[in-house]
């Protein structure tokens, strides 16, 4: 979800107490989503409040990871309470505006970052486990959940981070210092090689479908981070399964992910 945008609406009667409990001013409705709207305030920030979808599938342990970062990596949080958030705004571009070679190297940085944050992980955010509940429940994908629970079995201690859990082109922006951060996380706890599993599913499906593009992906990634570059192809094979599930679920096609499933598994090993 971009925080930058043309403007595509007015205040709603819903954000009205957000703006008097928290002192907003100047508010404009600058995206929508099922997820939430997002609201472009005085003094460069953004209120994001969201909806019923959005607080099931982001909201509480989102905005855990991001009081855990603390700015590092990610979008700022300002303010918050249980349906909205008030956020550094972050003028763009996102990073799918960069040729791909150029923005990987944007994405180790913000990984690097993310999984630097001190400190344990906040109580009660889910696991790779739950985060992967429609793989572990889907009725095929034998293969993909033996896979997972391989991976999940064989995490180092050491290799547990908070995750951002959806880091893709489009979730990662330029602040108006120059600097990439990341927004929307979804915010888990689990193996930090996961973490980068869905950059090789994006941004466009010329790419998802390249061996040699996913293999560089892998390189860099292992020389940038110290990631194990078979674990990084493994999750990267097991996100793209989950893809094809979440996908199937909500009614919408999967031959790009069938396609992207096959090339990573022939380059995984599998």
């Not at 508010?27 to 099922?34: G, H, Q, W």
């Not at 079995?153 to 880091?167: I, M, Q, S, W």
Request: with cysteine.
């Amino acid at each position: 979800m971009s925080l930058s945008g043309r403007r595509v609406g007015v205040v709603g009667a819903g954000v009205e107490a957000y703006l008097a409990r928290w002192g907003l001013t100047g508010a404009r409705e600058i995206a929508a989503t099922s997820r939430a709207t997002l609201y472009r305030v005085d003094g460069g920030r953004v209120l994001k409040v969201f909806t019923g979808e959005g607080l099931a599938h982001e909201g509480a342990h989102g905005t855990q990871a991001l009081i855990h970062w603390a700015g590092r990596g990610a979008v700022r949080l300002i303010r918050h309470d249980a349906g909205a958030q008030l956020l550094e705004h972050l003028p763009g571009p996102q990073l799918d505006a960069l040729p791909d070679d150029a923005a990987t190297p944007v994405i180790v940085d913000v990984v690097r970052a993310l999984h630097a944050a001190p400190g344990p992980a906040p109580p009660g955010m889910p696991d790779l486990r739950a985060h992967l509940a429609n793989l572990f429940s889907a009725p095929d994908f034998a293969q993909a959940k033996a896979v997972t629970e391989n991976l999940i079995a064989t995490t180092r201690p050491e290799d547990l981070r908070v995750l951002h859990g959806d880091l893709h082109h489009e979730n990662i922006m330029r602040g108006a210092d120059g600097v990439w951060r990341a927004i929307d996380p979804k915010g888990l706890v689990g193996d930090r090689h996961y973490d980068v599993a869905n950059v090789f599913c994006n941004p466009t499906e010329a790419l998802a479908q390249d061996p040699a593009r996913a293999a560089r992906l892998a390189d860099a990634f292992a020389a940038g981070l110290g990631m194990d570059r078979a674990r990084v192809l493994r999750f990267a094979y097991v996100h793209a399964c989950a893809s094809a599930c979440w996908f199937r679920e909500n009614g919408y096609g999967t031959e790009r992910d069938v396609l992207t499933i096959a090339m990573l598994e022939r380059i995984a090993g599998l």
